[in-house]
């Protein structure tokens, strides 16, 4: 079964500084998708950013950015210069395929103004 | 703009009543469609997956005959609490997917049980 770990249950950044949130993943897959979702108090899920773990290249969004290490399996999310409304809960995603998507236990980020 | 449509958004309803919860994607066909819960402060936990005309496919634990799904197109997936109680009562998302494209979630449900 795929298991998706965050293991930082809440962050804090200073506004305009980069805060790197982890997760890492267990999977016996080669091709699969990786996710990263943000949940505002509105409750919406925004996709940030998603990278396709055939591609070598780390995929990037503006001032979102992975670290995508496939043989460790792990998959950090790099906020640069935050913003106040980068506030959010912060979900990692799996997926293979057409399959359901497998979210971590999420992380909550703060920023300071 | 919104390409999978919930609703409603936030529903109130007494215990023992039946609440239908719709799941509509917009601007394309969706496949699968997949049911979340979320209790406050946790994760999103699938519930069951959908494709169009078969029978939903349940995880483990979730009741098939409390919170029954229908997939009758490809762009309408509903589920429906039956006969809810307060433990019940939690925030739903549905999510929509099709090849090709991002995985698109609609804006959730909150449900209360009273």
């Known amino acids: 079964a795929q298991t998706v770990t965050q293991s930082q249950p809440e962050m804090s950044v200073q506004e305009a500084e980069t805060v790197t949130l982890s997760c890492t993943y267990d999977t016996s897959e080669s091709d699969y998708y990786l996710f990263w979702y943000k949940q505002p108090p509105s409750r919406q899920m925004i996709l940030v950013i998603r990278q396709e773990a055939y591609k070598q290249q780390n995929a990037t969004e503006n001032r979102f950015s992975v670290n995508f290490q496939k043989a460790a399996k792990s998959f950090s999310l790099k906020i640069s210069d935050s913003q106040l409304g980068d506030a959010a809960m912060y979900f990692c995603a799996y997926r293979r395929g057409n399959n359901d998507m497998r979210f971590g236990a999420g992380t909550r980020l703060t920023v300071k103004p | 703009g919104a390409v999978v449509s919930q609703h409603p958004s936030w529903v109130i309803c007494k215990s023992g009543t039946s609440v239908k919860i719709e799941c509509r994607s917009l601007?394309?066909?969706?496949?699968?469609m997949f049911w979340y819960r979320q209790f406050p402060k946790q994760s999103l936990m699938l519930m069951a997956t959908s494709n169009e005309g078969s029978k939903a496919t349940y995880e483990q634990g979730v009741e098939k005959d409390k919170f029954l799904i229908n997939h009758a197109s490809l762009t309408l997936s509903t589920l429906t609490v039956t006969s809810a109680h307060p433990e019940d009562s939690s925030f739903y998302i549905c999510?929509?997917?099709?090849?090709?494209?991002?995985?698109?979630f609609g804006d959730g449900t909150r449900l209360s049980i009273l």
């Open positions: 999510s929509a997917y099709t090849p090709d494209q991002p995985q698109h």
């Open positions: 601007d394309f066909q969706a496949t699968t």
